[in-house]
């Protein structure tokens, strides 16, 4: 497969500010429901299973914004593996606008935890091979 997760979303009210344009924290909101579309869509692990044992914090996040977004406007969402760690990946994302220009683009490193029934122990588990080998589908090198 190698190719980046692609999912669209149209800028709605309930995305911008008394300007129009999408507030910045809309667009990690975004990018937070492009990496849960990923696990459900394409790895099979979606959040509502996934959260009864593990999660997948995010542990950091670079970010650039490039161009405002507009309500009304359709933005494709991409997300794509740069790293495959033991328990960590490293994604490259891109939010593009229907011209194609980049509108936000940045990477987001995820960890995969496991936590005892009580949640107050957290600490980071590796994947199992089945998982790594469908998160290797995604990895590949994007240069802009």
């Not at 492009?34 to 914090?57: Q, Y």
């Not at 220009?101 to 089945?130: R, S």
Request: aromatic share 12%.
């Amino acid at each position: 497969m190698n190719q980046p997760f692609i999912k669209q979303e149209k800028i709605r009210f309930q995305h911008v500010d008394y300007a129009g344009i999408v507030f910045y924290p809309r667009f990690l909101e975004m990018l937070n429901c492009l990496v849960e579309d990923w696990f459900e869509e394409a790895l099979d692990r979606p959040f509502s299973k996934m959260h009864e044992t593990n999660g997948i914090p995010t542990v950091d996040l670079k970010v650039q914004f490039k161009k405002a977004a507009r309500l009304g406007e359709i933005l494709t969402k991409k997300l794509w593996v740069k790293n495959l760690g033991s328990a960590s990946i490293l994604c490259g994302f891109s939010f593009e606008d229907e011209q194609g220009k980049t509108c936000l683009e940045g990477e987001v490193t995820l960890v995969n935890v496991a936590f005892q029934e009580n949640k107050n122990d957290i600490k980071a588990e590796p994947f199992n091979e089945e998982m790594k080998n469908k998160i290797s589908n995604y990895k590949l090198e994007i240069s802009n």
